[in-house]
């Protein structure tokens, strides 16, 4: 096992889990990330100047080993605690430092992350199994490990046997987020404002520790919504969530200094595998994410940690 080989494919929440259980097990995989950094929805844009977090806006941590790898982020000094005035729920909520990104740069640290790195299929040969990237072929691999969203890693796993038939049965849906910055205090009381027709939630980003003092808020339209609206222009977009947003406020909105658009087509997941992971290939080829379990950050890192362990089972033999 010491000298085995392992390919990561998405370096979102669930493919760094993965990478950190096989590094403590003493392997060094290569985790593979089409984008331009790692982290998945766990995502932040700079929206002039002021850290927005877009994707998740918190975590929860209700079970090992979420539990325990969150711990050491606010030991780090990379997470803390959060509780927004307006929240319903008295469940400890969890968010990274700087921004939600700190978490899955906590998460990757050490790790070997080949960005801008797009795997079109995997191939099996005699020596291993080789990844097909954007540039080459890359490999051999003794096992891999594919952390996407269900849509994306179907095509790369639909030859590779019957366990993976289960990703086409999995059900996401896609989500709008707006992020805004203003000139001035938003008239709103509350800190989070959710589930109210089009809107799914409304959270003051400025309330968050390390967010800095300009006043900036991220509108999450509902699944309904975005279903309808994914492909409007981005001007109209911020329009419609500019006016929910306003809808909640006692006053005019402050003039605004920047606005962007973020889109997820595959982001909530609404019907899940219903298993911590999928498992082919006698352990050798794995598949996990959020999608396996539920709709949370916690859901994902469980489930890499899962097809880690299916990995290290299976080239111990």
Known sequence: MKDASIAIIGAGLAGLAAARRLRAAGLDPILFEA?????????????AGVPVDAGAVYVTAREEPFKSFMQEAVFAGKATGWAP??????????????????????????????THTAVERIGRASEGYLLQSNSAPI????????????????????AHGKPFDRLSEVVMRPAIAGLFVFDGAVPIMA???????????????????????TESFVVHASAGFSEAHFGAREDELSERLLDLLAAEADGPLPPLMARKIRRWRQALVAEPAGEPCLVGAKGRLVACGDWCIAARSEAAFISGTAAADAVLASVAD
């Open 35 to 47: 984008a331009g950094k790692s982290g998945g929805r766990l995502s932040s844009e700079e929206v």
């Open 85 to 114: 005035s307006g929240r319903e729920s008295d469940e400890p909520w969890l968010i990274g430092l700087p921004s939600m990104d700190g978490l899955t740069d906590f998460a990757g640290k050490g790790l070997d992350i080949r």
């Open 139 to 158: 490999g051999p691999f003794d096992a891999v490990i594919v952390a996407l969203p269900a849509s994306a890693a179907e095509p790369l796993l639909h």
């Open 191 to 213: 800190d989070w404002i959710s589930r109210r027709g089009d809107l799914s939630v409304a959270i003051r980003n400025s309330s968050k520790a390390g967010r800095g003092d």
